[in-house]
């Protein structure tokens, strides 16, 4: 029997050292058994899964992340004239916003809020200064959405739209030079009003299927006669901008039935530029996305005839679409939406933790039960997780990376985050979050959560079809190339080709199993990682769990193979173990950018043992529906011999989180800077902001009266029913008394509730 096996690895030692050997007795059957499985991809798949390139994301699927290039990146820096801009006309911008009016009585912005908007050119922020726009940095960009969206979502909606996926955006990226020429300096000057026109009744998540066509021929152009060009049908709707815009962006598919341009009649998905007063084009009335203000609706055309030289960069551009849509959408993603959703975050954070200060309930502040404060810790450490991940992100696009899958991840778990945010703080609310007034400074954003959600492609697609869809493609070290070799049409080059990656890659498997099964025996310590005594295990842990990736990862794609795609459950599950991953590198990597500042230390270990522990569940929740049971089953206790290294946030950081929100200290500003914060009375949040300062000056003073209360000394009842005796009794002074009574007043002004007429409310119904 012993000879038998020795006789058989021998045999296979033979096979795999001599080539044509191994091409022909293992590697031509794996490939004619892969060719036939391999997935069908269709042009605009395959484009979108090209679009952008690779970066920390490639590094996490090798399951030996490269530490060195995470940690040279530079941290996102704002320059002289960014930071004069943000304190400037940003700040000048937020002053000037009252979001109940916006939302309620105009549903719009204000003429003078518009006009700003466009004096500042605030709609040219990704547009160089040579053509008239601002050309900041994306880090730059970010952080002015994320201070407006503090303020307004309507406002940070209404100038994110051009700069993130504008035809501003892909006039840079294609345009020809006489269409740059043309349009950048409108458009930054705002005498131009984008919007970008790709979603149909018939064609939502899945664009690519739209039914919106042009026809190449010859048409009569501007009175001119026998002009080559276009003769478009469409019908478009969920259009931000679209009721005031003054271009389409338009994306539509382009047929030659008469071959004008050459052989081809299909040409495909192609984008040209419209302006919306062109015969035939029409913008229907408005949408009215979940109470908001912000400008979206329907346009169609009927017959629209415009000249070859209106697609973007030209008729050579023509069919190209599809690649300048998924190109530009990448880096879009990475910032608009992640800003978004963390100026959400940090707004709610900061105004609701200091509402858990200011309300009181039995006696004490809601803040002081530990109920809420399970809640507000989760809503500071997932803001930490979040800020972490897009200044990381923000760094990255700043130094050229385009990360496709990258984008995808934090568009998916920023407003995902953000969603969670705002119920932790429409709890804490209460009814003062429910019922809409002008002092209710969070029941809009309660509203308007699904929008950033569900805005290019619903989460659901985004995490199930996306991330692991685009990242086992693009970020394998091997996938990539064993499709190419697979879909090479020269029989023996591809064999050849495949040969040599496929036993490249089957080391690479093997390398991984033995890194796995010893991270798993040494608990994780035996990964070399950087870091130190406060975050070197995490390093570990991290490195681990993406080794635990990359073997699940080909796992699945060998026991699977092209059904993995419709496999969602499973890619779903892999897709939040590559973000966790993401998201926790970046809290350390934010953390050192910092200054690896002690006082930052509990936000620090709940967002690093948060998303350790969603990472390790996501990976373990994915053995459980692999179809080789017994294979996973053995993979499964091969990574993880001595049970489950990462554990949810320990219990003692909650407390410690909860306060960092309920008192004055750098590390609550540290988190939540970069957002709008005015002191206000008679603002919705400014009033918040006044209380919470009062309420923390007058505490010691308050704290007298209650000793005194419990002591006897003084009447039990509200404390302001007692300051006068407290003052007779020379418990307090008088400057102690006044710090109470103030608190007091401005507490009572920031937990009213707004009441309407019957009337008003009509009015609004109307
Ligand atoms: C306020 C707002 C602003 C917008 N602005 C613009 C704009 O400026 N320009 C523009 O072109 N478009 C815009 N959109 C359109 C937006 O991108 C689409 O709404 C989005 O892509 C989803 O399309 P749909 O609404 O038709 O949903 P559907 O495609 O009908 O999808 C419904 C649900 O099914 C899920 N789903 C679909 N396919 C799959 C799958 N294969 N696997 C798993 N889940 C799946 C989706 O994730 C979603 O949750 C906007 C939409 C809104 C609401």
Known sequence: MTEFILLLMFFVLLCLLIAPVRRKLLTRPIFNRMRKSLPTMSQTEREALEAGNTWWDAELFTGKPDWSKLNDLPAARLSKREQNFLIGPVETLCTMLDDWDITHKRRDLPAEVWDFIKQHKFCGMIIPKNYGGLQFSDYAHSQVVMKIASRSTTAAVTVMVPNSLGPAKLLLAYGSEQQKNHYLPRLADGLEIPAFALTGPQAGSDAGAMPDTGVICYGTFQGKEQVLGIRLNWEKRYITLGPVATVLGLAFKLYDPDHLLGETEDIGITVALIPTDTPGVSIGKRHFPLDSGFQNGPNWGKDVFIPMDWIIGGAEQAGQGWKMLMQCLATGRAISLPALSVGAAKFVCRNSGAYARIRTQFNLPLGAFEGIEEVLARMAGTTYLMDAARHITCAALDEGQKPAVISAILKYQLTESMRRIINDGMDI??????????????????????????????????????????????????????????????????????????????????????????????????????????????????????????????????????????????????????????????????????????????????????????????????????????????????????????????????????????????????????????????????????????????????????????????????????????????????????????????????????????????????
């Open 429 to 766: 609310q209460g009814g003062s979050g429910i019922c809409l007034g002008p002092s209710n400074f969070i029941g809009r954003l309660y509203q308007i959560i699904p929008v950033g959600i569900t805005v290019e492609g619903a989460n659901i697609l985004t995490r199930t079809m996306m991330i692991f869809g685009q990242g086992s493609v693009r970020c394998h070290p091997y996938i990539q190339r064993e499709m190419q070799a697979l879909s090479n049409n020269d029989q023996s080059r591809a064999l050849l080709e495949f040969d040599t990656v496929l036993w490249r890659h089957i080391g690479f498997f093997l390398k991984n199993l033995t890194r796995g099964f010893c991270f798993g025996l040494g608990a994780s310590r035996l990964a070399k990682t950087p870091g130190n005594k406060h975050t070197r295990r995490y390093y570990q842990h991290l490195t681990r769990l993406s080794t635990g990736f990359a073997l699940t990862a080909d796992f699945a794609l060998l026991s699977l193979g092209g059904q993995l795609k419709r496999k969602e459950r499973i890619s779903g599950r892999l897709a939040d173990v590559l973000s966790y991953l993401y998201l926790c590198s970046c809290t350390l990597k934010h953390y050192e950018n910092q200054g690896s500042l002690t006082d930052d230390l509990p936000l620090l270990q709940w967002a690093c043992q948060y998303s350790l522990y969603r990472a390790q569940q996501s990976l373990l929740a994915t053995f459980r529906l692999l179809p080789l049971r017994l294979p996973s089953i053995l993979l499964r206790s091969l990574l993880f011999p001595l049970g489950k290294p990462c554990k949810p946030p320990q219990d003692r950081l909650v407390g410690q989180l909860a306060k960092l929100l309920l008192q004055e200290n750098e590390s609550r500003n540290r988190l939540t800077a970069g957002i709008y914060i005015n002191e206000n009375p008679n603002d919705p949040s400014g009033r918040i902001e006044c209380a919470f300062k009062a309420v923390h000056a007058a505490a010691e003073a308050s704290q007298k009266l209650s000793v005194a209360q419990k002591q006897g000394i003084l009447a039990k009842g509200p404390i302001i029913s007692v300051i006068n005796d407290a003052l007779e009794l020379n418990i307090i002074n008088q400057f102690e008394a006044d710090l109470i009574t103030q608190a007091e007043q401005y507490k009572t002004e920031a937990i009213k509730v707004d009441d309407f007429d019957a009337a008003e409310l009509r009015i609004t119904d109307a």
